[in-house]
């Protein structure tokens, strides 16, 4: 599968293709000796496999839960072979996706057992496991074995346990995690905020709901595609057609872009309603260059008209029609193995693009989509698309696969094959999520070997994980490429470089960015200023720090707690305690006087505060 295409690539790049390749077959051996779980345990006494922690992880996602568990002991007493972090990970992963909860416990005494270090994540794995199996008591049990670990809160875990109650509908106790979160000074995030904006839209609070995704931004926070989506479509559920068109126009606020299947409901709504659509044409005109139905005239299923152009039908789901066959087809190609390709070609089922994108989408393992899509390559008169290509290249990086990626993205390059920008963001900020950025560079380097042009976007995420990476000075080279490349910086992009630069000291180049900033008629955010004033507080400069305090209260921006430490801190520095221990004060009283100060602008603390007011009212649903 992979042997064919090693000539296009470095040695060492073929070395980790070979290596992978050898992993696949001894993967593949134990699963196909424990396909069945009748008898794993006389199975495995007769497998006879050299064990690596990546072949363990590997062979734990594609086994069923009793054949993996059993695989996971087996190992366990293996010579030459230790269990660690990452394979406790992918068998707690395995419980969690196939919603088993039934060795969760012995599994996590065995871990202490085993000296394997128990951080905060390895904790929300577990709740998360719980929480999918419904074992709500147990993941609150874990929960507060976490808090008294003496670990580390931080955003991800909140994230983990207010999700987990408000789908419970604990949302009193949901309300408290939340208040507690801002007392940490865990800044909540685009996670958070889609949890707690679900469940006004379950609760029917569709305004409120709005109300968040509008404040989001000056929160400094950027709202998910799928958080607009769930809103949009249940204000048009509910008939709501005002909020539907506000979320989606809003859309354009936060540089996303609603799906071809929102659009079209929204289209469809507005001309039910007699309302005009000739302002998300001027927005999104693509999506209005394609007529509302299919042609007569295409028959073949393949989503052209006559005339050859696209009509846009290749894109729209299609629930209705495939739900039977779809639920079918999953089910056999879970998991993927040499007989599941015989079964499939035994089957009289004709196959289009949009319908494998289709089921590729609903399939929980990489291994199993991939082996999926490389079948594919050989049913008669079937031929890859853009469709399917991108739709492989997600699933495979939402299992960190960058080397098939690189593979999908050359193929689709030498086919002709156009991969829209949108595409190259999501591997950036898969990097950036791995702290990778070597290989967010790499991203740049592609684009322009594939003759694709980096949006701003792309840009500015290669620069957000260069500069959490330390590496400032690549980082402005890269903003000067963005610069020539003709690009308008945007707010996220001065606020990435101001914040980088004022945590690196080099506080005089984040001052100049901070007046273009303004020149450009953006407005700063209270975090770009704490780390302006961090910055001068590093080199010891006293007056700059006094100098952008002043800009931030001129711009009416009212400082946070954590504002307060680091002026607190640059006073102290320079020997003037008077003024130290009044700015300590200060963040001292903010912290217990007003629980909304917590957040990190000068509009956030009364956002903050509707917020709480939002949630608190959904408490009373209760």
């Not at 293996?78 to 419980?95: E, L, P, S, W």
């Not at 147990?138 to 875990?157: I, R, Y």
């Not at 309603?273 to 260059?289: C, K, N």
Request: charged share 25%; glycine share 6%.
């Amino acid at each position: 599968m992979i042997r064919k295409y090693l000539k296009r690539y470095r040695p060492s790049q073929i070395f980790e293709a070979e290596k992978l390749l050898a992993q696949k077959k001894i993967v593949t051996r134990i699963c196909d000796a424990l396909k069945d779980e009748e008898d794993v345990k006389v199975k495995l006494e007769g497998l006879n496999v050299q064990l690596s922690p990546a072949v363990v992880v590997d062979a734990l996602s594609r086994l069923q839960p009793h054949a993996a568990w059993e695989f996971f002991n087996w190992a366990r007493f293996r010579d030459g072979f230790k269990h660690d972090r990452q394979t406790y990970g992918a068998m707690i992963k395995r419980f969690e996706v196939k919603r088993n909860a039934d060795h969760l416990k012995q599994l996590f005494e065995d871990m202490k057992t085993d000296g394997c270090e128990m951080l905060s994540g390895t904790y929300t794995s577990f709740i998360r496991a719980y929480g999918k199996a419904g074992k709500f008591e147990e993941a609150m049990q874990t929960w507060e074995k976490l808090k008294q670990s003496g670990l580390k809160l931080d955003t991800a875990q909140y994230n983990c346990i207010i999700g987990l109650l408000l789908h419970a509908k604990e949302n009193q106790r949901a309300l408290q995690c939340y208040k507690e979160m801002l007392q940490l000074h865990c800044a909540p995030d685009a996670h958070t905020y889609h949890y707690l904006i679900e469940s006004l839209v379950r609760a029917g609070k569709l305004e409120s709901a709005f109300t968040i995704i509008k404040k989001m931004p000056r929160l400094g926070v950027r709202p998910y595609q799928q958080t607009y989506t769930m809103l949009v479509h249940a204000c048009l559920k509910a008939g709501d057609l005002d909020t539907a068109l506000g979320s989606v126009l809003h859309m354009k606020v936060t540089h996303r872009d609603p799906n071809r299947k929102t659009m079209k409901k929204v289209r469809r709504a507005c001309e039910k309603a007699g309302r005009s659509t000739d302002i998300l044409a001027q927005y999104w005109e693509p999506y209005f260059a394609y007529s509302a139905e299919p042609s007569s005239g295409d028959t073949s299923g393949s989503g052209k008209s006559d005339e050859g152009t696209t009509t846009g039908s290749e894109f729209e789901d299609t629930d209705e029609d495939l739900e039977v066959d779809k639920n079918t087809l999953a089910s056999i190609l879970t998991p993927w193995n040499e007989s599941t390709a015989a079964v499939l070609k035994k089957m009289d089922f004709q196959w289009t693009t949009q319908i494998a994108a289709y089921l590729m989408k609903d399939l929980e393992d990489a291994d199993v989509a991939f082996g999926f899509f490389e079948w594919l390559r050989n049913v008669p008169e079937f031929k890859h698309d853009e469709l399917t290509y991108i739709k492989m290249i997600i699933i495979l990086l939402s299992a960190r696969r960058f080397p098939l990626v690189d593979i999908l993205l050359n193929e689709m390059h030498e086919q002709g094959l156009e991969v829209p920008c949108w595409v190259f963001n999501q591997i950036v900020e898969c990097y950036s999520s791995c702290r990778d950025a070597a290989g967010a560079l790499k991203v740049l380097d592609k684009m322009a070997q594939m003759g694709t042009r980096p949006d701003s976007a792309v840009y500015t995420g290669v620069i957000d994980v260069l500069m959490r990476d330390g590496m400032y000075q690549r980082a402005m080279e890269v903003y000067g490429q963005m610069l020539q490349a003709g690009h308008e910086p945007n707010n996220f992009t001065y606020s990435v470089l101001i914040n980088g630069l004022g945590l690196a000291g080099k506080a005089e180049a984040a001052h100049k960015l901070l007046g273009i900033m303004h020149k450009h008629g953006y407005k700063p955010n209270v975090i770009t200023y704490t780390a302006l004033i961090g910055g001068y507080e590093k080199l010891g400069k006293i007056a700059n720090v006094i100098e952008v305090y002043k800009e931030m209260q001129e711009a009416g921006i009212e400082p946070t707690p954590i504002t307060y430490r680091v002026l607190s801190q640059a006073f102290y520095r320079a020997g003037k305690w008077d003024e130290g221990k009044n700015f300590e004060e200060k963040m001292q009283n903010l912290i217990s006087s007003d629980i909304g100060s917590t957040v990190m602008e000068d509009t956030r603390r009364s956002s903050c505060k509707e917020i709480l007011e939002m949630l608190e009212g959904l408490a009373v649903l209760e």
